[in-house]
């Protein structure tokens, strides 16, 4: 955690590490940009708010840990990690190079500070519980908290649900899950490729508690987190709806965008709409 | 280095107990050395022998219900945790159903989680072929990273187990369900990644993983009738193999006979074969399942059926001897 930054500071960090992601994808020239656009401030109110750790040693034990399951969004944590202290900003624009550490999914033994290798949906959800687990039952360590994402195309996936009743069964407290609820998949909507309606009703019944949320209001976020940590007696999950390639209007709500990166045209347009928040403002710096 | 073999291997009443069982004490023990150790099972705790343990360090024993992929992806964020987890299913179901889990959770993020595959093999008998894994050393052993191990009995998966809990790797463990003789003691060794002569020879290698090293102990003996001198050798590590104890053997009688309770495509015998074909391309015949999976019946029955038995392998093994000539080097 980087001190106390003000919610207007925490808005322009989300903002700068969108602007990350679009200049990191650009020059990788492949990769997804809808999912890390649109979780900007779901993992900067993580990185900068929500989460107890220490960037220059990230093993420090007491911190509190993240697990990334929707690998395919990584780009959003690299930069989140990157602007939090991790590493160098510069380091991200290796992504998805040869001899990288930042690989096109993340792989934990490359990257400290990485807690999981993901990828393959649907398993990560099942890495965060099982570290619960040991916090709450073997570890005797109330005071930490596991957080995790989850896409919601994701939860198509059985081993999600395997995890949802191996939380619930054990009322594993201290995790706190934020599904990406953008609606859009691969192949389209989530609603037309595999509905996940009733969702709330879904992981109640699975024994959980279930809060929605403005997934761009980081005030939001980071009050979702705090009732999630209040909650003693059941894993949290957050329904945390967002707009898939948030802060760039053409990118915006279009599942085209979910597996596509931005080619050097419509980068530069990109980080334009970012400074200007899509045109509301004048930049002042058009570099 | 003599291997200590039991003495009265070949009587009717050579002790028998099922690999399993070896498990279930040395995962008992290694618990006992270590608070790290935890155990995970899908809903088959007896069978596959978590009994003991669960009742000895209750807090450290976890039902996963019947969820093999989240049985091995809560271990591999136990093992984050800091913690040694076995988890323990049948082998057609974990490794069988879970394999990208445990690729991408356990072997590419180089967690030391220990799958336990139990219940592998035909010998499985009447439950049929859905439950008579053939595949797992095939599917474990490509997995960089993975250690592999099939022991050759009770007594020695006792010590395999209380091998993998400190070897900070992950690791897999085929176990079976049936009884089956007892041919090494306490005193025989057992190191990961070691293959041991039971039985000095000269014509042919006689290399065999998991229960059927006993069959080819079996098989030299009954090779030895028909004057001819064969090697036994028991290779319970199948990865990493033990390249100089299978090469210097092989140096010696230029000719390999390899033996696995699984399919002969991938398994053990094509780990010997990919090794040999490389560095010394003798003549190998390789028993197991030929492309085809198992059915219902005995044990026993199943066993003769597919030519699994010390008596198949040495009728085999004679007409190889007979009909192939060794190899010699410039060949
Ligand atoms: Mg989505």
């Not at chain 2, 439950?127 to 053939?134: I, K, N, P, R, S």
């Not at chain 2, 993975?146 to 209380?162: F, L, N, Q």
């Not at chain 2, 015949?285 to 066993?303: A, H, I, N, T, Y």
Request: glycine content about 10%; some cysteine; aromatic content about 8%.
């Amino acid at each position: 955690m980087s001190g106390q930054l003000t919610v207007s500071q925490l808005n322009e960090k989300a903002n700068k590490i969108r602007q990350d992601i679009i200049r990191m994808l650009e020059n990788a020239g492949s990769g997804h940009s809808a999912g890390p656009l649109g979780l900007a401030d779901v993992l900067t109110a993580l990185y900068f708010n929500i989460m107890n750790f220490r960037a220059s040693q990230p093993e420090w034990p007491e911190r509190d840990v993240f697990f990334l399951s929707n690998g395919h969004t990584v780009p959003v944590q690299y930069a989140a990690m990157a602007e939090a202290g991790f590493f160098e900003v510069d380091e991200l624009m290796t992504l998805r190079k040869f001899g990288s550490r930042l690989q096109g999914h993340p792989e934990r033994e490359l990257l400290p500070g990485l807690e999981n290798t993901s990828g393959p949906l649907g398993s990560g959800l099942s890495q965060a519980a099982g570290y619960a687990y040991s916090l709450q039952y073997l570890d005797d360590q109330k005071h930490r908290f596991v957080y995790c994402v989850t896409g919601d195309g994701e939860l198509n996936e059985g081993n999600i649900w395997e995890a949802a009743m191996f939380a619930g069964k054990y009322k594993l407290s201290q995790l706190v899950v934020f599904v990406d609820r953008n609606n859009i998949q691969i192949d389209g909507t989530t609603e037309d490729i595999m509905p996940l309606e009733d969702l709330r009703g879904k992981w109640e019944s699975f024994g959980w508690h279930v809060q929605e949320i403005d997934g761009h209001n980081i005030e939001s976020i980071i009050d979702a987190a705090s009732m999630a940590r209040a909650i003693t007696n059941k894993p949290s999950v957050v329904i945390t709806h967002t707009i898939p390639g948030k802060g760039v209007d053409f990118m915006e709500y279009d599942y085209k965008w979910h597996g596509a990166p931005p080619n050097t045209e419509q980068a530069r347009e990109a980080l334009k709409k970012l400074r200007t928040l899509n045109g509301k403002i004048t930049s002042g710096d058009e570099a | 280095m003599t291997y200590h073999l039991q003495d009265n291997l070949f009587d009717e009443d050579v002790a028998q107990e099922p690999i399993r069982s070896g498990f279930g004490r040395g995962l008992k023990a290694a618990g006992g050395d270590n608070e790290s150790i935890v155990a995970l099972c899908a809903d088959l705790t007896d069978s596959t022998k978590m009994g003991d343990f669960a009742e000895a360090y209750p807090e450290r024993f976890i039902e996963i219900g019947v969820a093999e992929q989240n049985l091995v992806t809560v271990a591999s964020g136990l093992a984050r945790a800091g913690k040694i987890p076995f988890t323990s299913s049948y082998a057609a179901f974990s490794p069988g159903r879970n394999w990208e889990q445990i690729r991408t959770t356990i072997a590419l993020n180089n967690q030391p989680v220990k799958v336990i595959g139990s219940h592998a093999g035909v010998s499985v008998g009447p439950d049929g072929a859905t439950h008579q894994m053939l595949e797992d050393i095939a599917l474990m052993r490509v997995l960089p990273n993975m250690v592999v191990i099939a022991p050759g009995d009770s007594v020695e998966a006792e010590k395999a187990t209380r091998a993998i809990a400190t070897n900070d790797k992950p690791s897999y463990m085929r176990l079976a369900r049936e009884k089956t003789p007892i041919f090494s003691t306490d005193e025989s060794p057992f190191e990961i990644g070691q293959a041991y002569v039971l039985k000095e020879g000269s014509d042919i290698s006689l290399l065999g993983t998991g229960t059927m090293s006993y069959q080819l102990l079996v098989a030299a003996r009954l090779l030895v009738e028909r004057g001819i001198s064969a090697e036994v050798i028991h290779v319970p590590t199948i990865k990493p193999i033990d390249e100089t104890t299978i090469m210097t053997s092989v140096q010696k009688t230029g000719r390999v006979l390899t033996a696995e309770e699984a399919q002969a495509a991938g398994g053990f015998g094509s780990a010997v074969a990919e090794v040999l074909s490389e560095k010394m391309p003798v003549p190998i015949l390789r028993v197991g399942m030929q492309d085809r999976f198992g059915e219902s019946g005995e044990p026993d029955q199943l066993l003769k059926e597919f030519g699994l038995t010390g008596e198949a392998i040495a009728e085999k093994a004679y007409d190889f001897v007979k009909k192939v000539p060794r190899y010699k080097k410039g060949y």
